[in-house]
């Protein structure tokens, strides 16, 4: 039996095991109105944070949503239930199926007309429903639509930084280093999966690459412009094993390129590269940073692509890895932290004198208005007289 044939049997039992299990656990009662958005919840880590990603979307100032919380933590979920009645919410406890499977079996089960998904520790702005709703509804030839997205840490406090995804097309997003968009900021119109299939399970570490350059391909995205996602900081996974994520950035780029036009294929070279760059950034940012493996990323960014060298970001990177060879690692994630500390304050006094500079120059505006005023005053009367 082909390895399709055993996942497509599998599957549907997987997704009827835990259908049964959260219906022996959790009653709900039953809405006889079909949601507008189906939201998927992934909460397999972040486990504690939970309640308030939860929190974030009952206050949304949308409220027809059914929500679909996917977790292998039973007592934290019921103690979130304790006094809730809410039919909106369906709970289901398989075990940890991976980023892909959780939200192929949540879209499976989804009944809304658009898709939307969070993990547990994220938060949302409460007009984001609203907002990409509108955006959608006044677009049917829109796919998806995503946002903005605000850092915060771990305690939840902002870190300043906002993320704004440039996301133009399909080969853009492939040339560059690493996907432009996060996934808890999309809303996608659930009929979309009907026309280029689900999450790849292949893909372990990063499927959601390889869905937008499919959704790209077919369909146009729209962006909204301001921070409608709170992404926890320290909720961001960074693998264990590089090779996962190696091979991950390497099977989409040979899908994506597979069947593009012959003149596009020197891209190719320049999204390995890119790739390999990425590859170096996330080993210097993870907790146990190891300067021979991200200079050997470096050394394969150069061989595929060797003008990226003179990017800001390449220069980044190296300057990383000299300073980590030179350190110890706690001494290296030590100036790592002041580094962005400082940036932090920096980026704050930066926003601090650009609000003052906004307020100077209304200011000036309202004295220009105002002695305007009184010289045409002084005119009519002067011409009266």
């Known amino acids: 039996m082909c390895e399709a044939t055993k996942r497509a049997q599998i599957e549907p039992l997987m997704i009827k095991k835990a259908l049964n299990i959260s219906r022996h656990y959790i009653t709900t009662t039953m809405s006889l109105e079909l949601p507008t958005v189906s939201i998927i919840v992934s909460a397999y880590h972040g486990i504690r944070y939970l309640p308030a990603t939860l929190n974030s979307i009952l206050q949304q100032t ?20 304790q006094g809730r009645q809410d039919s909106r919410f ?37 007009t984001k429903l609203q907002k990409q709703l509108a955006c959608l509804d006044h677009n049917p030839e829109v796919g998806f639509v995503h946002s903005w997205l605000m850092l915060i840490e771990h305690q939840g406090k902002s870190t300043g930084k906002i993320v704004k995804p440039e996301y133009s097309s399909a080969i853009d997003s492939l040339i560059k280093e690493s996907n432009q968009i996060c996934s808890i900021s999309l809303m996608i119109r659930r009929s979309c999966f009907d026309v ?100 050997n990323y470096c050394q394969q960014a150069l061989a595929h692509y060797p003008t990226i060298g003179l990017s800001f970001t ?45 307020r100077l120059l209304d200011w000036m505006l309202e004295e220009e208005d105002i002695l305007i005023w009184g010289k045409n005053s002084k005119i009519k009367r002067q011409s009266k007289d």
């Open 90 to 126: 369906k709970f289901f406890f398989p075990d940890n199926l991976g980023i892909a499977q959780t939200l192929n079996q949540g879209i499976l089960q989804a009944t809304g007309k658009y898709v939307s998904w969070i993990n547990a520790g994220d938060l949302w702005h409460p």
């Open 62 to 81: 949308c409220t027809n949503f059914e929500v679909l919380v996917f977790s292998n933590d039973y007592g934290q979920t019921v103690r979130w239930c």
């Open 314 to 358: 390449f220069l980044q990177v190296r300057l990383g890895i000299i300073a980590l060879s030179w350190l110890k690692s706690d001494r290296y994630l030590r100036l790592v932290s002041l580094i962005q500390r400082t940036e932090l304050i920096l980026r704050e006094i930066s926003q601090q004198l650009r609000e003052y500079s906004h």
């Open 196 to 295: 280029i299939g689900l999450f790849d399970t292949k893909l372990k570490a990063i499927p959601d690459w390889d869905l937008w350059l499919r959704l790209n391909h077919r369909y146009q995205s729209r962006k909204i412009t301001e921070p409608l996602v709170y992404w926890r900081k320290n909720q961001r996974q960074l693998l264990e094993n590089w090779l996962i994520l190696e091979i991950d950035l390497q099977t989409t780029i040979e899908k994506a390129f597979k069947n593009v036009p012959a003149d596009l294929l020197a891209d190719k070279c320049r999204s390995y590269g890119y790739a390999s760059l990425f590859l170096a950034r996330t080993v210097l940012c993870h907790k146990e940073p190891d300067s021979a493996i991200a200079n």
